[in-house]
Every structure is written in C-alpha cells, then in structure tokens.
C-alpha cells in the first residue's frame, strides 16, 4: 500500500492559471506541485538544477511547512511516519 496520493492531477480538469482569484492560485499551484513532483520530471530537472536553486527550494519549502504544520500535521501528513 502507497502513502502518499496525487490524485488531484488525475482528475482536475478545471483551467491553470495564477493570479485570478485565491481559489484558482491554490488549485493551479497543487497542479504544478504534483506535475514536477512526477518521477521522470524530477529526475530530469534536478540534475540540471544550480546547487543554489537546489538550496532556495529545499529552504523555501521546508520554510513553509515549519511555518504552516504543527510538527503532528509534519509527521503525519508529510513524513507520513504516524
């Protein structure tokens, strides 16, 4: 059984586009975490990559979860160990 899910992708089939409305930003930023998420995506951009661009998203997402998620929601909904 997997833990983690990327549902969202599969079945959105409303329209991509940031900057209209906070509905729409959130909806279109899901969309984009998912697709680069994607095995054969990550694994083609990572390489090419900066290790200053590798470091500025490392910090700025895990920025965002120190700063969003009590450490339960840390451990249950991202390291998914409880």
Same mark, same amino acid.
Do not use: N, W
């Given at each position: 059984?997997?833990?983690?899910?990327?549902?969202?992708?599969?079945?959105?089939?409303?329209?991509?586009?940031?900057?209209?409305?906070?509905?729409?930003?959130?909806?279109?930023?899901?969309?984009?975490?998912?697709?680069?998420?994607? *095995?054969? /995506?990550?694994?083609? !951009?990572?390489?090419? =990559?900066? $290790? @200053? %661009?590798?470091?500025? #998203? &490392? *910090?700025? /997402?895990?920025?965002? !979860?120190?700063?969003? =998620?009590? $450490? @339960? %929601?840390?451990?249950? #909904? &991202?390291?998914?160990?409880?």
């Amino acid at each position: 059984m997997t833990k983690h899910s990327h549902r969202f992708i599969e079945v959105f089939d409303g329209f991509v586009g940031f900057g209209m409305d906070r509905a729409s930003d959130e909806k279109a930023l899901i969309y984009y975490l998912q697709k680069i998420s994607d *095995d054969t /995506l990550a694994e083609t !951009l990572m390489p090419r =990559l900066t $290790e @200053e %661009e590798l470091c500025e #998203l &490392f *910090d700025m /997402l895990s920025g965002l !979860l120190k700063a969003h =998620l009590s $450490e @339960e %929601e840390y451990h249950r #909904l &991202f390291l998914k160990d409880r």
